[in-house]
């Protein structure tokens, strides 16, 4: 047979293209790109959501079309509904013309209408246009592809391997059944041959049903990697997730997002029986030969170094004790010496005078080392600075939009700079900082990692930093005291150095006090 895939040079459908020439069928591929394309078959550089005698014409002489035609996310010219609906139509006209019959359309697994879910509402009504279409029509449903290339398995892994903690929308209760690409890829060859398929409806889908928890849970043991499962709300996610889908390849989209939340499972049995395709499973070695050359985003990774815990964050766990009370004293501090005097500075430098003896003589750290002037420590706080003030920018500009009656909070920190003779500010700040590293980042942060692990560390680190901020009356101070100290608690626990950190913390201050960056 002669078989136009549409959408041939897309994950799927190169899987699609080695089964059918595999098969014996002549392939013609229609791409309305030029990216990475399968050799050995006709290419048609038509874009098929547009249809019309182009169209027509690239599928004149099939005998068969697969359409794989699919976004997900919408795009400047193109939504869900012109690529899932319009196209779909454009599609069916195209092939009327061209006297082309026979029609493998693959969708999604539980394909619903939705109107809250614009994804999930034009699959559904691309499908309707199918089953009207009058054609030999075939329905394959798709769960979670996995497979060479995917961006499936291989972006959990990237997430696995750049932090130990994965937000799971809704606690990963969703269930999904993942899929082998060469199971799809069958399960169209097959639809395609097989006339007791047509005007039927399959869902393609692995053997397993998994909630989304269990499949991160796989992914981190093929890895060999500790993972801790953050429950997020869907809704909480759906900002963060908005954000990443401006990037030119995001890791995740909103509807994909929607779909691990809702889940995405079907019945495997009537493929299995009707087109002979028995599912594999995803099994560990499968996830680790997939992932193998997978390294975290941008080279960048959040998590922290454990393999020396005996050694050092063994002794570190012993002054956890401490942390108990020396937290509410320091906060008690700060707030009790508002009432001897406004001078924001000196109530801090005061604080420390008491807290950071204290610290040094009863926590049982590696202080030394831990100050050591070592060049990695100076490189590692330097870049983490720089990435650090980019970052606090985007954030503010993203808070002062939804809040303007912050930038008024901000604009009353940068009058404390004037509060100190300018002699004074440079060795004060930096005293300031010093005695910040040392309480927050190596009394808290290193005991709380020692006993409970380095990603609570950093939570306890940053939370009792903010708490620390609230008697100071600013409350977008507090929120930056939040971020900024789980941020300083990870590149301390990282570096093992809190030079690193404290270089880190003067670049922000100069930037952000005295620069007024922000």
Same mark, same amino acid.
């Given at each position: 047979?002669?078989?136009?895939?549409?959408?041939?040079?897309? $994950?799927?459908?190169?899987?699609?293209?080695?089964?059918?020439?595999?098969?014996?069928?002549?392939?013609?591929?229609?791409?309305?790109?030029?990216?990475?394309?399968?050799?050995?078959?006709?290419?048609?550089? @038509?874009?098929? =959501?547009?249809?019309?005698?182009?169209?027509?014409?690239?599928?004149?002489?099939?005998?068969?079309?697969?359409?794989?035609?699919?976004?997900?996310?919408?795009?400047?010219?193109?939504?869900?509904?012109?690529?899932? @609906?319009?196209?779909?139509?454009?599609?069916?006209?195209?092939?009327?013309?061209?006297?082309?019959?026979?029609?493998?359309?693959?969708?999604?697994?539980?394909?619903?209408?939705?109107?809250?879910?614009?994804?999930?509402?034009?699959?559904?009504?691309?499908?309707?246009?199918?089953?009207?279409?009058?054609?030999?029509? =075939?329905?394959?449903?798709?769960?979670?592809?996995?497979?060479?290339?995917?961006?499936?398995?291989?972006?959990?892994?990237?997430? +696995?391997?750049?932090?130990?903690?994965?937000?799971?929308?809704?606690?990963?209760?969703?269930?999904?059944?993942?899929?082998?690409?060469?199971?799809?890829?069958?399960?169209?060859?097959?639809?395609?041959?097989?006339?007791?398929?047509?005007?039927? =409806?399959?869902?393609?889908?692995?053997?397993?049903?998994?909630?989304?928890?269990?499949?991160?849970?796989?992914?981190?043991?093929?890895?060999?990697?500790? @993972? !801790?499962?953050?429950?997020?709300?869907?809704?909480?996610?759906?900002?963060?997730?908005?954000?990443?889908?401006?990037?030119?390849?995001?890791?995740?989209?909103?509807?994909?997002?929607?779909?691990?939340?809702?889940?995405?499972?079907?019945?495997?049995?009537?493929?299995?029986?009707?087109?002979?395709?028995?599912?594999?499973?995803?099994?560990?070695?499968?996830?680790?030969?997939?992932?193998?050359?997978?390294?975290?985003? &941008?080279?960048?990774?959040?998590?922290?170094?454990?393999?020396?815990?005996?050694?050092? $964050?063994?002794?570190?766990?012993?002054?956890?004790?401490?942390?108990?009370?020396?937290?509410? &004293?320091?906060?008690?501090?700060?707030?009790?010496?508002?009432?001897?005097?406004?001078?924001?500075?000196?109530?801090?430098?005061?604080?420390?005078?008491?807290?950071?003896?204290?610290?040094?003589?009863?926590?049982?750290?590696?202080?030394?080392? +831990?100050?050591?002037?070592?060049?990695?420590?100076?490189? %590692?706080?330097?870049? !983490?600075?720089?990435?650090?003030?980019? *970052?606090?920018?985007?954030?503010?500009?993203?808070?002062?939009?939804?809040?303007?009656?912050?930038?008024?909070?901000? %604009?009353?920190?940068?009058?404390?700079?004037?509060?100190?003779? !300018?002699?004074?500010?440079?060795?004060?700040?930096?005293?300031?900082?010093?005695?910040?590293?040392?309480?927050?980042?190596?009394?808290?942060?290193?005991?709380?990692?020692?006993?409970?692990?380095?990603?609570?560390?950093?939570?306890?680190?940053?939370?009792?930093?903010?708490?620390?901020?609230?008697? &100071?009356?600013?409350?977008?101070?507090?929120?930056?005291? +939040?971020?900024?100290?789980?941020?300083?608690?990870?590149?301390? &626990?990282?570096?093992?150095? *809190?030079?690193?950190?404290?270089?880190?913390?003067?670049?922000?201050?100069?930037?952000?006090?005295?620069?007024? +960056?922000?």
């Amino acid at each position: 047979m002669r078989v136009a895939v549409v959408g041939a040079s897309g $994950f799927i459908g190169r899987a699609a293209v080695a089964t059918l020439q595999a098969a014996g069928h002549a392939v013609v591929g229609l791409s309305r790109g030029r990216r990475a394309r399968p050799a050995g078959i006709d290419w048609r550089e @038509v874009d098929a =959501t547009r249809g019309g005698p182009a169209l027509a014409g690239a599928l004149a002489g099939c005998d068969a079309v697969v359409n794989l035609v699919g976004i997900k996310r919408a795009e400047r010219g193109q939504d869900f509904a012109a690529a899932h @609906v319009a196209a779909v139509r454009a599609l069916v006209a195209a092939m009327q013309a061209a006297g082309v019959r026979r029609l493998v359309h693959v969708g999604v697994a539980a394909t619903r209408d939705d109107p809250r879910r614009p994804y999930m509402a034009s699959k559904s009504a691309g499908e309707r246009e199918v089953l009207s279409s009058g054609l030999d029509w =075939t329905i394959l449903r798709p769960g979670p592809v996995f497979g060479a290339g995917d961006d499936f398995v291989r972006n959990l892994a990237a997430t +696995l391997r750049h932090a130990g903690v994965f937000p799971a929308p809704d606690g990963g209760r969703a269930l999904l059944q993942p899929v082998a690409v060469e199971d799809v890829a069958a399960a169209i060859a097959a639809a395609v041959e097989r006339p007791a398929a047509i005007g039927r =409806t399959f869902d393609v889908v692995g053997p397993e049903r998994l909630s989304l928890a269990d499949i991160v849970r796989r992914v981190a043991a093929a890895l060999g990697l500790p @993972v !801790a499962l953050l429950p997020c709300p869907a809704p909480l996610l759906g900002v963060a997730v908005g954000l990443l889908e401006r990037l030119p390849d995001p890791l995740l989209t909103r509807a994909q997002l929607g779909l691990l939340t809702e889940g995405l499972i079907g019945d495997p049995g009537p493929a299995e029986r009707a087109l002979g395709v028995t599912p594999r499973a995803l099994t560990r070695e499968r996830i680790a030969a997939l992932a193998a050359d997978v390294g975290p985003w &941008l080279g960048i990774s959040l998590r922290l170094r454990r393999g020396d815990e005996d050694r050092f $964050f063994g002794p570190c766990a012993k002054g956890l004790v401490h942390v108990a009370w020396i937290v509410p &004293l320091a906060i008690a501090l700060i707030a009790g010496l508002g009432a001897l005097t406004d001078h924001v500075w000196y109530r801090m430098l005061a604080a420390n005078l008491v807290l950071v003896p204290l610290c040094l003589r009863l926590v049982p750290l590696p202080w030394r080392a +831990l100050w050591r002037p070592r060049p990695h420590a100076l490189v %590692a706080g330097a870049l !983490a600075g720089a990435l650090l003030l980019p *970052l606090g920018w985007l954030v503010t500009r993203g808070l002062f939009a939804l809040a303007p009656e912050l930038g008024a909070q901000v %604009a009353g920190v940068y009058g404390w700079a004037t509060l100190l003779p !300018a002699a004074a500010a440079g060795p004060l700040l930096l005293a300031i900082a010093a005695g910040e590293e040392v309480v927050w980042r190596g009394a808290v942060a290193f005991a709380v990692a020692g006993r409970l692990g380095p990603w609570w560390g950093c939570a306890a680190a940053g939370a009792a930093f903010a708490l620390a901020h609230v008697s &100071l009356g600013v409350p977008v101070l507090v929120l930056a005291a +939040l971020g900024a100290g789980f941020f300083w608690a990870w590149l301390g &626990l990282k570096t093992r150095s *809190l030079l690193a950190v404290f270089v880190c913390h003067v670049l922000w201050d100069a930037c952000v006090a005295l620069l007024r +960056l922000y």
